[in-house]
């Protein structure tokens, strides 16, 4: 018999990411954090972003708005641009789990008013040994998660736009033995997005306000178990704006702020019902609910089904504050902070960042500090790189 020892790492991995449960021991019977499957859909893949404390529902659009606001694309200044971004995953735990992400986009038409964007993302749960219950090697296996989408952004007037995205997403545990079917699972999405910007005038100085909703991974279950178990996919929305004005010239100044809430029921829990027979079977049924819940339908109830009412909701709703500072479009500097209620995850963490332009390609590099030493997202790094298309035509031509 095989012992699985690669499903209690996965297990570990997914839990370490998103909560850092080992400072709420003293909290452990209210420690209830939003449960789904594929969480690296909810990790952010570029540098820029994650330097402002995951932060991109309003801020200006570049190529990576795929994750954060698809809508963004249609008020891109750049006809077509790619970008490439790394970043290696709880460093402090192991060393090779990492997240890969390859986005880009093109602007179609005559009117300058639609795009159409893709992007490809791989999260590797490194490699995993096999062992038997004697603890003898018998093989070693490559968990992954990854994902592919298109989308399709237009301007519905000169200041808002709306965008669209379709996604597949796979996740494959990489390994089946006698008792249970842990192969890959598939799963479809679509995301929903709009963007509005303002050009106000404060005094002198010409401002830009902007405001972006987007309400992702809106789709099927997924399960590792042959479809024994299903788990909701992570359907968020995300709501935020940015405020950008000049500091003098070839200076400016954005902040932004960004609320993020997970659209997924909250699985019941045995210590909210009473400790009673008749308890006992409201847990159980009620547990069957919400296995047996929809996604469209647990995307309505996710508003009204925390144990604790209106007070419970509130901590499931995280917030981001950001900030870039940008030298004449070549070199900028962010920071930011994301905040994640103890309960809930407890995930909070400064986030420091750069950035350079040089003719056609850009750089970004974003460090991630936890609040937490135990934290294993401190010391997180993060890589972008990329390319404006246009700029690389335009310099081909007039070679």
């Known amino acids: 018999m095989i012992k699985i020892t690669y499903t209690y790492r996965c297990l570990l991995i997914c839990a370490m990411a998103f909560a850092s449960v080992l400072t709420l021991n003293a909290q452990k019977n209210e420690f209830n954090p939003v449960q789904t499957g594929v969480t690296s859909l909810y990790i952010a893949p570029d540098a820029r972003g ?4 995951d932060i991109g529902a309003a801020t200006e659009p570049d190529v990576n708005s795929q994750y954060w606001n698809p809508s963004k694309y249609a008020f891109a200044y750049s006809q077509a641009g790619v970008s490439i971004s790394y970043t290696p995953w709880l ?40 062992t038997t219950n004697d603890g003898e090697l018998m093989a070693s296996i490559s968990p992954y998660e990854m994902s592919f989408d298109v989308g399709y952004s237009r301007k519905l007037s ?27 699972s598939s799963a479809f999405a679509a995301d929903i997005s709009g963007y509005y910007t303002t050009y106000p005038l ?33 359907t968020n929305l995300k709501l935020g704006t940015t405020f ?33 027979t008749e308890g006992t079977k409201e847990y159980e049924e009620a547990l069957q609910d919400w296995k047996d819940m929809s996604p469209i339908t647990g995307i309505f109830k996710s508003f009204g089904d ?17 900030a870039e500072y940008t030298y004449n479009h070549q070199f900028s500097l962010r920071a930011g ?20 332009s040089l003719n056609i390609v850009t750089i970004d590099a974003a460090y991630m500090i936890a ?18 298309l246009e700029g690389l035509k335009n310099l081909v031509t007039r070679r």
């Open 50 to 53: 994650a330097s402002m404390g």
């Open 91 to 130: 460093r402090k735990l192991v060393n090779d789990i990492y997240l890969a992400n390859l986005a880009g986009y093109w602007k179609i038409g005559s009117g300058d008013n639609q795009a159409v964007s893709a992007s490809l993302r791989y999260f590797s749960l490194g490699e995993i040994p096999m």
């Open 158 to 184: 000169e200041k808002f736009s709306m965008g669209v995205a379709l996604r597949y997403v796979y996740t494959n545990l990489g390994f089946t033995d006698y008792n249970q079917d842990m192969s890959g």
């Open 202 to 234: 404060i005094g002198r100085s010409e401002c830009q306000w902007s405001w972006g909703f987007n309400i992702s991974n809106i789709g099927s279950k997924v399960s590792m178990d042959g479809g024994n178990e299903m788990a909701f996919l992570p």
């Open 244 to 276: 950008a004005f000049p500091l003098a010239d070839y200076h400016s100044l954005a902040l932004s702020v960004d609320f993020n809430k997970l659209l997924v029921p909250t699985r019941p829990r045995i210590s909210d019902f009473p400790e009673t």
């Open 306 to 322: 925390a144990p604790g009412g209106f007070s419970e909701e509130l901590k499931e709703i995280n917030f981001s504050i950001g």
């Open 337 to 356: 902070y994301y905040n994640e209620n103890a309960l809930k995850g407890n995930r909070k963490y400064f986030g420091f960042g750069a950035g350079f």
């Open 371 to 388: 609040t937490a030493q135990s934290s294993p997202l401190d010391q997180t790094l993060r890589f972008s790189l990329t390319f404006d």
